[in-house]
């Protein structure tokens, strides 16, 4: 856990990975080796979190000649300069400037292709600080970069994105581009920090002629429509399967013939389809038969199987008779 002779400043987060300690270690070297020999050294360009690390490691360390460098005064990711007393110091970061011609039909490079280029190269992260575009000219971009990568990465690099780039070196970036796009503030009295209550007092802003009760109207069905899509869950569309052919003519109803003249009489069904009737009818009552007596005992099964044949002797008795008469 760290100690208070960690940082300077509260809040502090030790190391959570192998990476960060690492970070760490290697800082304390670096100071260890400044102080002994009397030589400058860095670090290569560190984000937010490594600059607090590294900071941590100079309090552990005792040192108090180290400086953060960046190249311009906003920067974002800055390298770690150890300068002890009595030494010259060294400028560790150079500026490269890009510049894409115009070409018709071919996309303007990014900050994406430019890092995207950059790390093409086998380089590393750290080499690279910020990226700062100019607002005047979309084809023109300054980089940030370590001073013994600058002649490598202005030599080996000659496109970006799918655009062809020139680049070169400069002593100094535009007072314009440093800074950056001028942005406009207001000031906005609202009820509560709500989210729809914020946009739609920036809405109202903006569209001076709209009502602010329109605008909170307009944000809240927006959201409701956001929320209905989001708990709303996916519906895959359904395929209706045809309906398999029935092949068995005893549960078939027998389609009736259609409508015809009087003056014509109905046609007669063939012979072929009659028999064919006929044997799916006798199938199904010989299936109907043995599912009546899947139930029965052997005693109730031999008592029904007498009173049929009782019963057809009496038929045949009776046919006789009328043979006779």
């Known amino acids: 856990m760290a100690s208070s002779s960690d940082t300077r400043t509260r809040g502090f987060v030790p190391p959570q990975n192998e990476d960060e300690r690492f970070l ?7 100071c260890r080796t400044a102080m002994q020999r009397g030589i400058p050294r860095a670090t290569g360009f560190l984000s937010d979190r490594e600059q607090a690390l590294a ?10 000649f180290a400086r953060f460098q960046g190249g311009w005064p906003d920067a974002e990711r800055k390298v770690l300069c150890i300068e002890p007393p009595d030494s010259w ?11 894409a011609p115009q070409q018709g039909g ?10 995207g280029a950059i790390l093409g190269l086998g380089l590393d ?6 990226i700062l575009p100019d607002p005047a000219d979309a084809r023109s971009v300054y980089a940030f970069v370590l001073e013994d990568k600058a002649d490598f990465i202005a030599s080996n690099l000659t496109e970006a994105g799918r655009s062809p780039v020139h680049v070169e070196r400069c002593d100094a970036v535009p007072e314009e581009v440093l800074r950056g796009p001028e942005r406009q503030t207001q000031d906005a009295t609202v009820p509560s920090l709500r989210a729809d209550t914020v946009l739609a007092a920036m809405m109202l ?3 001076a002629g709209c009502s602010k009760g329109d605008v909170t109207k307009e944000v809240n069905s927006g959201l409701s429509d956001l929320k209905a899509q989001a708990a709303e869950p996916a519906v895959e569309p359904q395929t209706e399967t045809p309906a398999e052919p029935k092949t068995n003519a005893a549960s078939e109803p027998a389609s009736e013939p259609a409508s015809e003249p009087a003056s014509e009489p109905a046609a007669e069904p063939e012979p ?6 006929a044997q799916g ?6 299936t109907m038969y043995e599912g009546a007596l899947a139930g029965l005992s052997e005693e109730e099964i031999a008592k029904l199987a007498l009173a049929e044949e009782e019963s057809g002797e009496r038929q045949s008795d009776i046919g006789a008779e009328d043979s006779v008469d």
């Open 24 to 30: 760490m270690r290697r800082v304390e070297e670096l």
């Open 55 to 64: 900071q941590a490691a100079l309090n552990r360390e005792g040192c108090n």
């Open 89 to 99: 110091p060294e400028e560790p970061v150079a500026v490269l400037h890009f510049t």
């Open 106 to 115: 071919s996309a303007v490079p990014g900050h994406r292709d430019y890092l």
């Open 125 to 130: 992260r750290a080499c690279l600080g910020d």
């Open 205 to 207: 802003m903006a569209l």
């Open 272 to 277: 072929e389809a009659t028999a064919e009737l």
């Open 281 to 286: 009818d006798d199938a199904a009552q010989d």
